[in-house]
């Protein structure tokens, strides 16, 4: 154990004790030529699987970076003893807060369980995702600003695809998962949002968290939208919880759309509403007027979404517009389209958060018991066009360039619709292929055997880029397929060239490429798409690298 008033390293001070574990100690020390406070984590080498463990968190920590996560400055050895330095959080633990204060405010409890949704978005993003595991009140500390930070990573881990379940069950009873404890599973993003939901049940109510029961049961006052949330946090059925920290995140700032008193207040206006029409018409008349006023208003409420989110100057009120007017008629497409297009899209990339918002959505339930995706494919020929724009969406402009899943699955839905002009349903289904070879290209099985042909692929791509596509389809989808085209030329060029594609033949896809760019695109395009010149210029000097590219793969074969 390390003296008060000793020094680290020439430089660490330590003053005093502030935290213990069953393996570790943690100090408070202090850089006195920086004159700034560190904490420092002393950690015995005697149990072998506990050290591999916190030196698993000391590697993991080392590589994060985000205002929730302290941040790792040193390690130091001494020995049988491992010393880490990392950030100081100055505050107090939430445990602290509810034992000193009891119960938490709703509205406190909702913005720190916002501000944790945010850190789980950064760490399940991470590759592989990290997966917390631990969440509870002691291992969550609030700053004197109000903003909150998770300490201890030692139960945290990366998720790995091929594990069947943890190869260690950690985690704290009452707050873990059923699936930590149970061995039933492999921990994911779902076991945090279990974990969190655990937590905003014991600081919203004070009860023990081994006892979990709906909120409104402790505390009436508390709110049944959030009582709603909690509850499916803690699902036992991971398949049942929310999907990922996103989807979470917008639900808590959703959640008063949830309360069961905003819904029942709703059902009063309508039934007084009603009674007035009763009184004045006959009983007949009146439920046909009731109706056709109904929809009259809802198709009005409709377009008035749609104008509001076209003139909205914030990008989240022209989000939330999109999604108000979805949730009022899910079958149409307007929204849907303008959502993904407008309100994602504006600049040209899709986030990993807006996937999830997106999706989010999708799956949200309707007043009829249905997701808003099952009422929308209702729309045979609405649900098409979105699954192509969905797809072009992911294959192009998702920020995770390597994955396509999403994109192959929107593609197919498109290319199988029977609902779209021919030449997209045959565009879809060629980049539904393309899609597929970015998972397999390069790639062998057991045997030593390819799975896929690049010789193949580049016949697919070349098919991709042919004909008129501005005609065909607009000027942003031929952008992008020559875009296309010119980057994989670039990136595996001596792979089409081993697969016996010839250079004349791959400068001719590009020479038409060019072609298309002075011939099919006019000065009224770029007066409706300013930056659609820029985009142009960019994409020739593409195709000039994708030529160069070509003479030096050749050049080397011919040497």
Known sequence: MLKTGSVLDGKYRILSVIGRGGMSVVYLAMNEKANKFWAVKEMKEEDGVKAALDRQEMEMMKRLRHP?????????????????????????????????????????????????????VYLHGRKPPVIYRDLKPANVIERP????????????????????????????????????????????????IYCLGVMMFQLLTGENPHRLRPLREC????????????????????????????ELLYALEHYQ??????????????????????????????????FGMEAHVRGSSYEAYLL???????????????????????????????????????????????????????????????????????????????????????????????NKKNAAAYLKLAADSGKLEKNREERARRLCLIAGYYARIGKTDAAGDTFVSARDYWEDLKALSEGDL????????????????????????REFRDAGVGKEEMLEQLAQA????????DQESFRTQPLLEKEIEELRQALCQAERVLDSAFEQEES
């Open 68 to 120: 929730s996560i302290p941040s790792i400055v040193d390690v130091i050895e001494d020995g049988e003893t491992l010393l880490i330095v990392m950030d100081y959080v100055e505050g107090l633990s939430l445990d602290t807060l509810l034992r000193e204060q009891g119960p938490q405010p709703q509205e406190k409890v909702l913005e720190w369980a916002k501000q944790l949704c945010g850190a789980f």
């Open 145 to 192: 600003d109000g903003t909150v930070a998770l300490i201890d990573f030692g139960a945290a881990r990366e998720y790995r695809p091929e594990r069947m379940q943890d190869t260690v069950l950690l985690g704290t009873r009452g707050y873990a998962a059923p699936e930590q404890y149970e061995g039933t599973g492999q921990s994911d993003a779902r076991t945090d």
């Open 219 to 246: 505390n009436p006052t508390l709110s049944a939208g959030l009582e709603a949330v909690v509850g499916r946090c803690t699902r036992v059925r991971k398949e049942e919880r929310y999907q990922t920290a996103a």
């Open 257 to 290: 759309e949830q309360d069961r008193a905003y819904h029942r207040a709703q059902t009063v206006k309508v039934r007084r509403f009603g009674a007035w029409l009763a009184g004045t018409l006959f009983l007949g008349a009146a439920a046909g007027m009731f």
């Open 308 to 402: 509001a989110a076209g003139n909205s100057v914030d990008k989240e009120e022209e989000i939330e517009n999109y999604v108000r007017a979805v949730r009022l008629k899910p079958s149409r497409e307007e929204a849907w389209l303008g959502l993904l297009e407008e309100g994602f899209l504006d600049d040209e990339l899709l986030t990993e958060e807006e996937s999830s918002r997106l999706r989010s959505i999708l799956i949200q339930y309707t007043e009829n018991g249905r997701t808003c995706e099952a009422s929308f494919r209702e729309n045979e020929r609405g649900y098409a066009r979105f699954a192509y724009e969905a797809g072009l969406a992911y294959f192009y402009k998702y920020e995770d360039k390597e």
């Open 470 to 493: 501005v005609e065909e389809d607009n000027e942003r989808t031929a952008l992008v397929m020559y875009a296309e085209l010119a980057g994989q030329i670039v990136s595996r060029a």
């Open 514 to 521: 060019e072609k298309r760019l002075d011939s099919d695109f």
